[in-house]
Structure formats: structure tokens, C-alpha cells
């Protein structure tokens, strides 16, 4: 624990006091599965990265465009999910911060924000201190995304500083240790598209696909029209000449590049459960 990382520059306003989550979320200690970390219990699954950036094990990911000072490479789907469920969530973020070796203030513990595994979000518009959680910027609907956020095992990826006695409104923290960190798709940010999509015939998928219930070309079916309507709703003139029609064909794959290109996705023209997620979200916030 004493060795320390490159010298990162941390902006001061980063430094929340970050209250011990271990005595002040009675969620962690009462879940029923016993499977929720407590505080304690992530500061040791995550030990192997605690204050050691910059030796290899973080990855410099960017979360909004901005790096946050590198998060552990098993962290890295997680971070993704995160701001891909704020930004559903209609959240950006002015400014972020992850890693950060120091300890809780007024403890001898090391904050989580040590091993890369907790985020702070716009520290001046969330600030620290007791009273109405959402009374910063972030609101119930932006911290529900979040924590929609499931693992395979269906176990929340995510928790928020908010809930705690002494809420700490800008910060979030993962759940898991670095075995069970791993993002299910489909449920990030609800689990709509995968209801949406479950009847879809799809001839052309692929056998390795199946568990992510693409909707791709050759598709038909209500649910393909449900999907058209959305790509309609964001942007009236992407389907011209068919409409929607429930036929997935090229003008509805090429709309899909479209919606894709400009989420950031990687324009592959078939919905998966990110794409069918933005869709659905596109609609409703
Ligand atoms: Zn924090």
C-alpha cells in the first residue's frame, strides 16, 4: 500500500470527503444473496491495483472524451457501461475524475478511488453534505440508469455515494470485485430492447450470436418495426422510401449506421443490445 504511482495531477475539487460506504450503506450489509461487497471487502478483491497506476494494470480509458487518470482493465467494460447508461439518461458531465491514491478523510483506510474503481462526477454541482440527495445535479433518473447496470449473475455493477447517511452525491463505485465486474449488455441502461427483440426471426445470425440476440438484415416482424419507429422518432427522414415495414432492409440498415455513427457506436448496421438500448432510451428521455 505504500508504494506510490506516478504522480497524477488531481483537480482539488476532486477530493470528496468519501464517507466510509462500509458503515453507512445498510444496502450492502443487508442484501440477501451475500454476494454484495462491502466497502472492506472491495478494498481487498481490488488490493492487486490499490495506488499502483501507472505499473500496467490500468488502462487510460476515456469516460465522457475525458481521461480519469486510468481505471483497472477489468474495470473497463463497467466504466463503458457507465456512460453510456448516463448519457441515455440524458447526464453529461461537465467533469470527472476515477483514480486517486489517497485515503478516506479522517480514516486510515484508502478511499476506493485508490484502485481506479470509483468515479466522482461534477464535484461543485453534487456536493457533499447532508440533506436531499438529488438536490445537485444529478437526479433519480440519472442514478437509476447507473444502477440498472447489471453482471452476469444479474448483480448490480454500480452503487452510488448518494445513498448513503451523508450523501456523497458525485460519487459512484462498483459493486464487484474483478471477476463478476462483467457487463450484461442488455441490461444497460433498462431491459427493454432484449423483450423487445426475444420474438425476432432472424435468418442471417450468426451461431456465435445468438445469446446477444442481434436484429440484423433479413430480419421481419413487429419487432422490426417497433425498432424502425424509433429510428423514425429520432430522425423523421432515415427511412424515405420503405418506412417502417418490418422488412430489416438496406435502407434500414443504412439508418442504423447513421444512429450508430452518431452514438459513437461502431457502425455495423445491426442492433445489438447497446444499439436497441439507445434507441429505446432516444424515445423516452
Ligand atoms: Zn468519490
Known amino acids: 500500500m505504500t508504494d506510490h504511482a506516478q504522480p497524477v495531477a488531481i483537480p482539488e475539487e476532486f477530493l470528496d470527503p468519501e464517507g466510509d460506504g ?8 443487508e442484501d440477501e444473496s451475500g454476494l454484495e461487497a462491502t466497502t472492506s ?3 481487498k478483491l481490488w488490493s492487486q491495483w490499490m495506488c499502483r497506476n501507472g505499473d500496467g494494470r490500468f488502462a487510460d480509458v476515456k469516460v465522457f472524451g475525458k481521461g480519469v487518470g486510468g481505471v483497472p482493465e477489468p474495470a473497463v467494460d463497467a466504466y463503458k457501461a457507465f456512460e453510456r447508461a448516463l448519457r441515455s439518461a440524458g447526464y453529461q458531465p461537465g467533469s470527472q475524475w476515477a483514480y486517486n491514491c489517497r485515503k478516506i478523510a479522517g480514516t486510515n483506510s484508502f478511499s476506493l478511488h485508490s484502485a481506479g474503481i470509483a468515479i466522482d462526477i461534477d464535484p461543485e454541482q453534487n456536493p457533499y453534505s447532508h440533506g436531499n440527495p438529488f438536490s445537485g445535479k444529478i437526479k ?7 444502477l440498472a447496470i447489471k453482471n452476469s449473475q444479474g448483480q448490480s455493477v ?22 463478476l465486474v462483467d457487463v450484461d449488455w442488455a441490461t444497460v441502461p433498462g431491459e427493454r430492447p432484449t423483450k423487445a427483440m426475444s420474438p425476432v426471426h432472424s435468418p442471417e445470425q450468426a451461431p456465435g450470436e445468438e445469446e446477444e440476440n442481434v436484429l440484423t438484415d433479413g430480419a421481419t416482424g413487429q419487432a422490426v418495426v417497433d425498432f424502425q419507429n424509433m429510428i423514425l422518432s429520432w430522425d423523421s427522414t432515415a427511412l424515405p422510401e420503405w418506412g417502417a415495414d418490418g422488412d430489416y432492409g438496406n435502407e434500414t440498415i443504412e439508418a442504423v449506421k447513421r444512429f450508430q455513427q452518431a452514438k459513437g457506436l ?20
Not at 462500509?22 to 450489509?29: F, G, I, N, R, T
Not at 454500480?158 to 471477476?179: A, C, E, T, V
Not at 461502431?266 to 428521455?285: E, F, N, R, Y
Open 140 to 146: 433519480e433518473h440519472h442514478v437509476n440508469a447507473v
Open 158 to 179: 454500480w452503487s452510488w455515494g448518494g445513498s448513503w447517511s451523508k450523501p456523497d452525491r458525485m460519487h459512484f463505485q462498483l459493486d464487484q470485485g474483478p471477476s
Open 266 to 285: 461502431d457502425p455495423t448496421g445491426k442492433i445489438d443490445g447497446v444499439t436497441a438500448a439507445l434507441l429505446v432510451s432516444s424515445t423516452t428521455s
Open 41 to 43: 471487502a472491495l478494498r
Open 22 to 29: 462500509e458503515e453507512q450503506d445498510p444496502d450492502l450489509a
